[in-house]
């Protein structure tokens, strides 16, 4: 693990955003542990994120032309990307987000920023089902841009419907890599190396056990 995924581990855990006890998913399965990217609540903290993700951007060598932030909790990711990547590592990319509702007046559409134009890099927090992902190529598609790839905080790393998880079934249909600032394995490195925290591991690697890929 990189000194970053640890910070960002540490980062997580000290604003509440990754919490241990009992939590029902989407899915509907019950998780010992939750990742709230909405509680990263702060100025200080949103620009602490820009930069753990503009990490994450430069280390998965991924090439892309412009950073798309899917509405709505994708659209400060993006922009807190954009910003550290220019301010942190020297690169000014173009990005871009959608709206949910088209406006018809104005600017007009659904599409606000730099035009989706090139290989693009979606940022978005968590991938589960997968679901919010396949609208977002669908919105590449019909700008007849291409998915460079997906950056999201945490893989993880559970199974969808099927064997592969739904970041596994991304890249096959796609063919594109979907990377993280961290993953679960990653999350349970950290947590058997902390004195205090390492009480969660049994329910936390129970829980991989079952849903795990
Ligand atoms: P999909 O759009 O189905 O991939 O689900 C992603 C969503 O899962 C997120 O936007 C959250 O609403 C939710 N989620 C988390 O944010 N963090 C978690 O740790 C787990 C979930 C979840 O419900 O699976």
Request: with cysteine; glycine share 10%.
């Amino acid at each position: 693990m990189q000194t970053y995924q640890r910070d960002f581990i540490r980062f997580a855990i000290e604003r509440g955003v990754l919490r241990f006890g009992q939590f029902t998913l989407k899915s509907g399965r019950v998780s010992p542990y939750f990742f709230n990217a909405g509680l990263f609540d702060s100025g200080l903290a949103l620009a602490k994120l820009g930069r753990f993700y503009a990490a994450a951007v430069v280390d998965s060598g991924i090439s892309f032309d412009v950073l798309f932030g899917p509405a709505y909790k994708g659209i400060p990711l993006a922009a807190s990307t954009g910003v550290a990547l220019a301010e942190h590592h020297g690169i000014d990319t173009p990005w871009c987000f959608n709206r949910k509702e088209a406006k018809d007046h104005g600017e007009g559409g659904t599409l606000v920023g730099a035009p989706l134009n090139g290989r693009i890099l979606i940022i978005d927090d968590v991938i589960t089902a997968g679901t919010a992902i396949r609208e977002v190529m669908q919105i590449i598609g019909a700008q007849n841009a291409q998915a460079a790839g997906v950056l999201i905080a945490l893989d993880r790393q559970e199974r969808g419907r099927g064997e592969l998880s739904a970041i596994q079934e991304v890249e096959r249909d796609f063919g594109i890599p979907v990377v993280s600032i961290v993953s679960l394995q990653q999350v349970l490195e950290y947590l058997a190396d902390d004195a205090e925290l390492k009480q969660h591991l049994p329910a936390v690697e129970a829980y991989r056990a079952e849903f795990g890929i």
